[in-house]
């Protein structure tokens, strides 16, 4: 009878030992699958900003050319481009915000994550998965404070380009307005400047995820290793 009893407490704790082993495996792909997920979209983001700030270039280079040249027809049709231009990056980067948002929402997922593996090596007496977890987290802990960073900057930067987009489609453009538009051209440059930043911040972001996918990598080896 005392042997049938260690024999299924053993068992016992084979199968809650086998059940977070692969609790933690499972969040591991998916951590993984984020990953890869994150840098596909951001290579894609990159490639559509390139595109996008070479057309908004040639619509600025066409209406100061046409102001410059008292063009007023042509001014007013280059003004219609850079307006539709303008609103869909305001449109695109509220997207960004909210892509941002998610992505705060997920590190601190992955914290406390951590934070409970942390508990569970402790538990089970295993202090030297805990002091890789512990080292986790505090990866985890930086990506964190990195994805809050973005998105107060994106949040920032989207709210000045409206701005700047809405004092430009209020623009009347007739003979005796284009000295004053022409003190205001600068705010198109301020504008592309945005748009230039928004794409080094995706490079950046690409940068990140890149990183972020190696130390996932990193802690599945350390997770089946400690098991």
């Known amino acids: 009878m005392k042997r049938n009893f260690a024999t299924i407490t053993l068992l016992f704790f084979m199968t809650a030992s086998f059940s977070l082993v692969s609790a933690q495996a499972v969040r591991n792909a998916a951590e993984k699958g984020q990953d890869r997920n994150q840098i596909r979209n951001d290579q894609a983001t990159i490639q559509r900003d390139k595109g996008e700030i070479a057309q908004f270039r040639g619509y600025t280079k066409g209406f100061k050319q046409a102001i410059n040249a008292g063009n007023i027809q042509l001014a007013k049709g280059h003004q219609m481009k850079l ?11 509220n997207a960004k915000v909210n892509q941002s948002a998610r992505e705060v929402g997920q590190s601190r997922n992955e914290v406390r994550n951590e934070t409970k593996e942390i508990r569970k090596d402790k538990a089970q007496g295993r202090p030297v998965a805990a002091a890789g977890d512990r080292a986790d987290r505090r990866d985890d802990v930086r990506d964190l404070r990195d994805d809050k960073g973005d998105l107060a900057e994106r949040k920032a930067r989207v709210q000045r380009q409206n701005t700047i987009a809405t004092n430009f489609k209020g623009l009347v453009i007739n003979t005796g307005s284009l000295g004053a538009i022409k003190a205001k051209l600068h705010l198109l440059d301020e504008f592309e400047q945005t748009m230039v930043r928004d794409m080094g911040e995706n490079y950046e972001e690409l940068r990140e995820d890149k990183g972020e996918l190696r130390e996932d990598r990193r802690e599945t080896r350390e997770d089946r290793n400690n098991r």
């Not at 307006?83 to 695109?92: G, H």
């Open 83 to 93: 307006v539709v231009a303008m609103e869909r990056e305001v449109k695109q980067g």
